[in-house]
């Protein structure tokens, strides 16, 4: 999802295709917006 905005696609797009607020999209992003692990980061996904 951060990939997919970081990547070059409107906020308002991933949150649209994510079922997200843009408001939860920039607090899971502060959060786990430096985290490159892709366990860590399914596993906060999935707990979201």
Do not use: D, W
């Not at 951060?2 to 295709?17: D, K, L, N």
């Not at 843009?22 to 906060?44: D, H, L, Q, V």
């Amino acid at each position: 999802m951060i990939e997919e905005q970081e990547a070059g696609m409107p906020t308002a797009e991933v949150c649209r295709r994510h079922g997200l607020s843009p408001a939860s999209f920039y607090k899971f992003n502060a959060k786990y917006g430096g985290m490159r692990c892709t366990a860590g980061y399914r596993g906060a996904m999935s707990r979201e």
